[in-house]
Protein backbone atom coordinates (compact mmCIF):
# COMPACT_ATOMS: atom_id res chain seq x y z
CA UNK A 1 0.00 0.00 0.00
CA UNK A 2 1.35 3.57 -0.38
CA UNK A 3 3.08 5.32 2.58
CA UNK A 4 1.61 8.76 2.53
CA UNK A 5 -2.21 10.71 2.33
CA UNK A 6 -1.66 12.68 -0.65
CA UNK A 7 -4.64 13.64 -3.57
CA UNK A 8 -5.00 15.88 -6.66
CA UNK A 9 -8.01 17.23 -8.11
CA UNK A 10 -7.43 19.49 -11.26
CA UNK A 11 -7.85 19.87 -14.92
CA UNK A 12 -4.87 17.98 -16.72
CA UNK A 13 -3.65 18.43 -20.69
CA UNK A 14 -1.44 15.81 -22.13
CA UNK A 15 -0.32 16.69 -25.65
CA UNK A 16 2.47 14.87 -27.46
CA UNK A 17 4.27 14.32 -31.14
CA UNK A 18 1.74 11.44 -31.79
CA UNK A 19 -1.35 12.09 -34.07
CA UNK A 20 -5.04 12.17 -33.21
CA UNK A 21 -6.15 9.62 -30.64
CA UNK A 22 -3.03 9.00 -28.59
CA UNK A 23 -1.57 5.36 -29.50
CA UNK A 24 -0.61 4.54 -25.19
CA UNK A 25 -4.23 4.81 -25.11
CA UNK A 26 -4.66 1.68 -27.20
CA UNK A 27 -1.20 -0.23 -25.91
CA UNK A 28 -0.39 0.77 -29.30
CA UNK A 29 3.38 2.26 -30.93
CA UNK A 30 3.85 5.28 -30.81
CA UNK A 31 2.54 7.60 -34.43
CA UNK A 32 6.69 8.26 -35.02
CA UNK A 33 7.84 5.32 -33.16
CA UNK A 34 8.61 7.94 -30.53
CA UNK A 35 7.52 10.04 -28.15
CA UNK A 36 7.95 13.77 -26.98
CA UNK A 37 5.62 15.18 -24.97
CA UNK A 38 4.25 17.26 -22.27
CA UNK A 39 1.47 16.76 -19.61
CA UNK A 40 0.40 19.81 -17.16
CA UNK A 41 -1.91 20.13 -14.44
CA UNK A 42 -3.61 23.29 -12.53
CA UNK A 43 -4.70 21.50 -9.15
CA UNK A 44 -8.03 22.88 -8.06
CA UNK A 45 -7.54 21.13 -4.97
CA UNK A 46 -4.87 18.98 -3.48
CA UNK A 47 -2.59 17.88 -0.59
CA UNK A 48 0.34 15.98 0.28
CA UNK A 49 -0.24 15.12 3.88
CA UNK A 50 -0.74 18.36 6.16
CA UNK A 51 0.44 20.45 2.90
CA UNK A 52 -1.94 22.03 0.70
CA UNK A 53 -1.39 22.50 -2.84
CA UNK A 54 -4.59 24.40 -4.00
CA UNK A 55 -3.91 26.40 -6.73
CA UNK A 56 -0.51 25.55 -7.97
CA UNK A 57 0.49 24.14 -12.06
CA UNK A 58 2.77 22.04 -12.97
CA UNK A 59 4.04 20.57 -16.01
CA UNK A 60 6.71 18.15 -17.28
CA UNK A 61 8.47 17.67 -20.75
CA UNK A 62 9.12 13.94 -21.72
CA UNK A 63 11.68 12.03 -24.41
CA UNK A 64 10.93 8.35 -25.18
CA UNK A 65 12.89 6.97 -27.28
CA UNK A 66 10.43 4.04 -28.48
CA UNK A 67 7.17 2.76 -26.73
CA UNK A 68 6.82 4.04 -23.08
CA UNK A 69 6.49 0.58 -21.68
CA UNK A 70 9.93 0.10 -23.04
CA UNK A 71 11.38 2.96 -20.64
CA UNK A 72 14.71 4.96 -20.94
CA UNK A 73 12.65 7.71 -20.98
CA UNK A 74 13.78 11.66 -20.02
CA UNK A 75 11.44 14.05 -18.11
CA UNK A 76 11.81 17.62 -16.99
CA UNK A 77 9.63 18.88 -14.23
CA UNK A 78 8.73 22.46 -14.38
CA UNK A 79 6.60 23.57 -11.33
CA UNK A 80 5.33 26.73 -10.67
CA UNK A 81 7.26 29.04 -8.85
CA UNK A 82 4.62 30.40 -6.11
CA UNK A 83 4.81 26.67 -4.48
CA UNK A 84 6.18 27.51 -1.42
CA UNK A 85 9.56 25.05 -0.22
CA UNK A 86 6.98 22.96 1.76
CA UNK A 87 4.83 22.45 -1.67
CA UNK A 88 7.62 21.65 -3.69
CA UNK A 89 8.95 19.44 -1.74
CA UNK A 90 5.43 17.58 -1.54
CA UNK A 91 4.74 17.70 -5.04
CA UNK A 92 8.37 16.04 -5.82
CA UNK A 93 7.69 13.31 -3.36
CA UNK A 94 4.19 12.83 -5.33
CA UNK A 95 6.08 12.71 -8.33
CA UNK A 96 8.63 10.08 -7.16
CA UNK A 97 6.62 7.36 -6.96
CA UNK A 98 7.26 6.34 -3.28
CA UNK A 99 3.98 7.51 -2.23
CA UNK A 100 1.94 5.37 -4.75
CA UNK A 101 0.72 2.11 -5.06
CA UNK A 102 2.34 -0.40 -7.65
CA UNK A 103 0.78 0.12 -11.28
CA UNK A 104 -0.81 3.66 -10.43
CA UNK A 105 0.46 6.53 -12.99
CA UNK A 106 3.45 8.18 -10.61
CA UNK A 107 4.60 4.82 -9.74
CA UNK A 108 4.61 3.79 -13.46
CA UNK A 109 6.50 6.67 -14.28
CA UNK A 110 9.23 5.93 -11.83
CA UNK A 111 9.91 3.33 -13.49
CA UNK A 112 10.25 4.17 -17.09
CA UNK A 113 12.02 7.65 -16.52
CA UNK A 114 15.73 6.74 -16.27
CA UNK A 115 16.69 10.30 -16.42
CA UNK A 116 15.51 13.52 -14.90
CA UNK A 117 16.82 16.85 -15.70
CA UNK A 118 16.85 19.79 -13.14
CA UNK A 119 13.24 21.35 -12.51
CA UNK A 120 12.27 24.59 -13.79
CA UNK A 121 10.46 27.11 -11.42
CA UNK A 122 8.49 29.68 -13.10
CA UNK A 123 4.98 31.49 -13.46
CA UNK A 124 2.40 29.61 -15.37
CA UNK A 125 -0.31 30.66 -17.59
CA UNK A 126 -2.94 28.39 -17.70
CA UNK A 127 -6.71 28.13 -19.03
CA UNK A 128 -8.87 25.41 -19.62
CA UNK A 129 -11.98 24.36 -21.22
CA UNK A 130 -12.44 20.77 -21.29
CA UNK A 131 -15.82 20.88 -22.87
CA UNK A 132 -15.33 23.50 -25.74
CA UNK A 133 -11.48 21.74 -26.31
CA UNK A 134 -9.63 24.80 -25.83
CA UNK A 135 -6.73 24.98 -23.52
CA UNK A 136 -3.04 26.89 -23.40
CA UNK A 137 -0.32 26.74 -20.84
CA UNK A 138 2.79 29.24 -20.96
CA UNK A 139 6.06 28.98 -19.12
CA UNK A 140 7.74 31.58 -20.71
CA UNK A 141 11.11 31.04 -22.63
CA UNK A 142 10.32 26.67 -21.31
CA UNK A 143 7.17 25.50 -22.92
CA UNK A 144 4.09 26.81 -24.88
CA UNK A 145 1.23 25.06 -26.03
CA UNK A 146 -2.19 25.60 -27.49
CA UNK A 147 -4.98 23.33 -27.46
CA UNK A 148 -8.24 23.78 -29.99
CA UNK A 149 -10.44 21.30 -31.22
CA UNK A 150 -9.52 19.24 -33.99
CA UNK A 151 -11.40 20.53 -37.63
CA UNK A 152 -13.25 18.23 -39.97
CA UNK A 153 -10.95 18.55 -43.23
CA UNK A 154 -13.79 19.28 -45.79
CA UNK A 155 -16.25 21.27 -44.25
CA UNK A 156 -13.32 22.94 -41.21
CA UNK A 157 -16.32 21.93 -38.45
CA UNK A 158 -15.28 20.88 -35.08
CA UNK A 159 -14.75 17.64 -35.00
CA UNK A 160 -15.56 15.75 -31.35
CA UNK A 161 -14.65 12.82 -30.35
CA UNK A 162 -13.92 11.42 -26.76
CA UNK A 163 -11.60 8.27 -24.99
CA UNK A 164 -13.26 6.75 -22.09
CA UNK A 165 -10.90 4.36 -20.17
CA UNK A 166 -13.03 2.86 -17.07
CA UNK A 167 -9.66 1.36 -15.75
CA UNK A 168 -7.27 4.02 -16.70
CA UNK A 169 -4.52 4.77 -14.55
CA UNK A 170 -4.05 8.51 -16.04
CA UNK A 171 -7.86 9.92 -16.09
CA UNK A 172 -10.70 8.33 -16.94
CA UNK A 173 -12.44 9.71 -19.67
CA UNK A 174 -10.79 12.55 -21.84
CA UNK A 175 -12.17 15.26 -24.93
CA UNK A 176 -9.38 14.44 -27.75
CA UNK A 177 -8.41 17.52 -29.58
CA UNK A 178 -5.21 19.05 -31.41
CA UNK A 179 -1.97 20.62 -30.04
CA UNK A 180 0.86 22.98 -31.19
CA UNK A 181 3.88 22.47 -28.89
CA UNK A 182 7.17 24.61 -28.31
CA UNK A 183 9.29 23.37 -25.52
CA UNK A 184 12.60 24.66 -25.22
CA UNK A 185 13.90 23.89 -22.16
CA UNK A 186 16.01 20.67 -21.29
CA UNK A 187 13.37 18.61 -24.02
CA UNK A 188 13.67 20.04 -26.95
CA UNK A 189 10.59 19.91 -29.46
CA UNK A 190 7.85 21.32 -31.60
CA UNK A 191 4.85 20.22 -33.09
CA UNK A 192 1.89 21.78 -35.12
CA UNK A 193 -1.80 19.87 -34.93
CA UNK A 194 -0.58 16.38 -32.37
CA UNK A 195 -2.65 14.96 -30.43
CA UNK A 196 -3.94 16.55 -27.32
CA UNK A 197 -6.19 14.44 -24.40
CA UNK A 198 -7.80 17.21 -21.69
CA UNK A 199 -9.42 16.00 -18.52
CA UNK A 200 -10.51 16.60 -15.19
CA UNK A 201 -9.22 13.75 -12.70
CA UNK A 202 -8.14 13.12 -9.40
CA UNK A 203 -5.31 11.33 -8.86
CA UNK A 204 -4.49 9.58 -5.33
CA UNK A 205 -1.95 6.97 -4.14
CA UNK A 206 -4.17 4.18 -4.66
CA UNK A 207 -4.74 5.78 -8.46
CA UNK A 208 -7.53 7.30 -10.23
CA UNK A 209 -10.32 8.12 -7.86
CA UNK A 210 -12.44 10.38 -11.30
Known amino acids: MAASDWRLEGEWIKNCTCAFGCPCDFNALPTQGYCKGMVGMRITK???????????CFAATVDFPGALHEGNGKMQPIVDERATPEQRQALFDIFSGKHSA??????????IVTTIHDPVFAPFEFSF???GRVARLVVKGVLETEVEPIKNPVTGAPHRI????????EHRAAEVASSNIRSNGAIKFETKGTHSSLAKVVQTPDGVAA
Not at 102 to 111: D, K, N, P, Q, R
Open 46 to 56: GHFAGTKLDGL
Open 102 to 111: EGTLFHILSL
Open 129 to 131: DKD
Open 162 to 169: QVVMPEGF
